[in-house]
């Protein structure tokens, strides 16, 4: 083989070598860094080359961790409440507003805006909302007549209520959005034919509109899922985790095992548990593409063959 | 089965007006046929009467009962659109189905009619399949398989073949006149293919720019035009249309103008004659042009040829006639001089004549 045909086969790899050389930087080796370090005793003090190993222990010592145990039966808690709440709202809202309306574009920039602001913003923003003396909430309900007012930030159940309440508020423009462009995509005709053939407005959305854009919910309801796992700002700024651990998300007992703790290893091996469970979440999402996409591929097919 | 009544039909968006009141009566298991170019307003129509889009003015009358305020399930119809408008996500059987299921009839009789469609659209074996994995022919097949199925009282088609090709086109054609045979229902239909037209219609609605222009049977439309445009419209190849004056020559009325000077027929004559204004366009379809190299001059044309366009047992020649275009049908097997003057006897029943400035028949 002469190096020129040899040279030429190597163009393309040598294209590629920037960005697998990012890759390799900035993803690969922090993830095998922290992997390595959940295998280690390891404090801040000490370079990591003068940590102990200590093989499985970080990952065998979760097992038994009670507060670790509690924060990832949060997140879950927290997570599914918050998605389902938002996919309902979402797609509710969704399909109120799948209309000709003047100044439809002004509303849905509108509608996306608590999607920009910075999470400790909004976790501030919330804080003092949620305050129990000058707070909107509890002022609004002393001036109806509810001297008490609520302990949002101080009960364990109202306190999971209040981040539940915050992240709804900031994530459900995301599925909104995301399914009105699905909703507006749907073919319109379809739709006129239902109408024609007998189909009133509930049936239309629930034989029609839904199982139309399910493709686009699921993938949706995934994205959503694996960010709501991963919620720290909003909530370390509001509660902290409190009080005790009604409110402490993995991300944030993850944070706290590090800084407060020292213990840089465990803190590793809390981050790779969340890491395998997020993964299983993408794969899952993966595989459902893959599905759609197979038997998308396979129809045509069998479409092509008939035409033939 | 209904009779349908169009009263004073106005479609207006915003301040912009479509429909400018159309009048129009169809007859109880009629086929009716709605044609024109692209923004006639013959679909605005027809999905008005569909109940998809908002009468602004004027009423719908189905057996004399206004239903213009109605939703469009609570008309009794069926229709089939151009882009075949079946539910992606559910079976052939599934969508052939779905408007009977809506109403909760029982599944045996749903069953039932839906095999007994299926069968005579050869869809039976693709009961299964999702429209996904159907080619167009096919979809076009559930398309009118899920109207038939619906047993309605009006059956409405928007453009239904536009989306296939030529040869699936000819066949699916036949297909839908025989089904009009058999089911004895009221038909409209929206094309803008005037051969759909003519071989489809009991009655044919021409329109142009919001209006009707002429409405009639197929032969009706073909031999007696009430102006240009429709006579223009229908046919293939096109009519031809040479502008003219009228002169009178000891009573015998003709047309003179650039390179030919055509003698009237005498039941034309007087028509033409009492004409007020002089400038006429005459109108003669290609197969009313018969190649006759010893024709009188007062009853033929003398083209030279600018293009011919061989299509097998015909040939299509464009020609020129003093500046004018001609196009004329000829056997392919008739020998011919391609480079000199070839005459052309006119039929003299296929003589027509139009008003140049109102483009009205005479």
Request: hydrophobic fraction near 45%; proline fraction near 5%.
């Amino acid at each position: 083989m002469s190096i020129a045909i040899r040279a030429n086969r190597l163009t393309p790899y040598m294209f590629m070598a920037p960005a697998v050389l990012i890759l390799v930087v900035a993803l690969l080796y922090p993830i095998g860094y922290m992997v390595y370090a959940s295998f280690l005793d390891w404090s801040p003090s000490q370079r990591i080359g003068e940590a102990d190993f200590v093989g499985l222990r970080n990952y065998a010592n979760l097992l038994t961790d009670e507060a670790f145990r509690e924060s990832f039966w949060v997140t879950i808690k927290f997570a599914s409440v918050v998605v389902t709440l938002e996919m309902i709202i979402g797609v509710g809202l969704a399909l109120l507003l799948d209309r000709n309306i003047r100044g439809m574009s002004m509303l849905r920039t509108i509608f996306i805006l608590p999607m920009m602001i910075a999470p400790i913003v909004v976790g501030l923003m919330w804080r003092y909302m949620y305050h129990p003396t000058v707070g909107i909430f509890n002022r609004t309900l002393k001036s109806l007549g509810f001297e008490e007012g609520i302990p949002w930030l101080s009960d364990s159940t109202w306190s999971f209520v209040a981040v539940v309440i915050a992240d709804v508020w900031q994530w459900t423009p995301f599925i909104f959005i995301l399914s009105l462009a699905a909703m507006q995509s749907l073919p319109r005709s379809a739709l006129e034919a239902a109408e024609i053939d007998g189909a009133t407005g509930w049936q239309k959305i629930w034989m029609i509109k839904l199982p139309l854009m399910m493709p686009v919910l699921i993938v949706t309801l995934l994205l959503r899922l694996i960010d709501a796992f991963k919620v720290l700002e909003v909530i370390l700024v509001l509660t902290n985790g409190g009080p005790g651990l009604s409110t402490e998300i993995v991300a944030l007992r993850i944070f706290r095992t590090a800084q407060e703790f020292q213990e840089l290893g465990e803190a590793a091996a809390m981050s790779n548990s969340l890491l395998m469970l997020l993964m299983a979440l993408t794969i899952g999402m993966f595989v459902f593409n893959k599905i759609q996409e197979g038997r998308a591929e396979r129809m045509r097919l069998a479409a092509n063959q008939e035409a033939h | 089965m209904p009779k349908i009544v169009l009263e004073g039909l106005v479609k207006r968006y915003g301040s912009i007006e479509v429909l400018h009141g159309i009048d129009l009566e169809m007859q109880e298991n009629e086929f009716t046929v709605f044609v024109g170019p692209s923004g006639c307003g013959k679909s605005t129509t027809l999905r008005m009467i569909a109940g998809l889009e908002s009468v602004t003015e004027g009423e719908i009358y189905v057996d004399g009962k206004p239903v213009s305020h109605l939703e469009p399930k609570a008309r009794d119809l069926a229709m089939v659109f151009q882009d075949y408008a079946l539910y992606p996500h559910m079976n052939v059987a599934k969508n052939m189905s779905f408007a009977l299921r809506l109403q909760r009839r029982p599944k045996a009789e749903i069953d039932e009619k839906v095999s007994a469609v299926a069968a005579t659209l050869g869809l039976t074996p693709y009961l299964n399949r999702k429209p996904g994995a159907l080619s167009g022919g096919q979809r076009q097949r559930v398309a009118m398989g899920r109207a038939l199925t619906r047993d309605s009282a009006t059956f409405l088609f928007d453009e239904p073949l536009s989306n296939l090709d030529a040869k699936l086109r000819g066949e699916m054609r036949a297909e839908l006149a025989l089904m009009s045979e058999r089911v004895q229902k009221n038909m409209i239909y929206v094309t803008h293919d005037q051969i759909e037209a003519m071989t489809l219609a009991d009655r044919i609605v021409v329109m142009n720019g919001g209006y009707i222009q002429q409405q009639g049977s197929p032969e009706e439309l073909f031999k007696h035009p009430v102006n240009k445009f429709v006579a223009g419209f229908l046919g293939m190849p096109p009519m031809n249309f040479l502008d003219g004056v009228i002169s009178n020559r000891d009573g015998k009325a003709f047309v003179e103008g650039a390179g030919f000077s055509i003698a009237l027929p005498p039941e034309k004559t007087a028509v033409a004659l009492s004409h007020p204004a002089k400038d006429v366009t005459l109108g003669i379809r290609p197969s009313d042009l018969v190649y006759d190299p010893a024709a009188r001059d007062e009853h033929a044309l003398s083209l030279s040829i600018v293009v011919s366009e061989y299509i097998g047992a015909q040939t299509v020649l464009l020609c020129d006639c003093g500046g004018q275009k001609v196009e004329v049908e000829l056997k392919s097997t008739i020998p011919i001089d391609k480079s000199g003057q070839l005459r052309f006897a006119i039929n003299p029943e296929g003589i027509h004549l139009f008003d140049q400035k109102t483009e009205n028949a005479l």
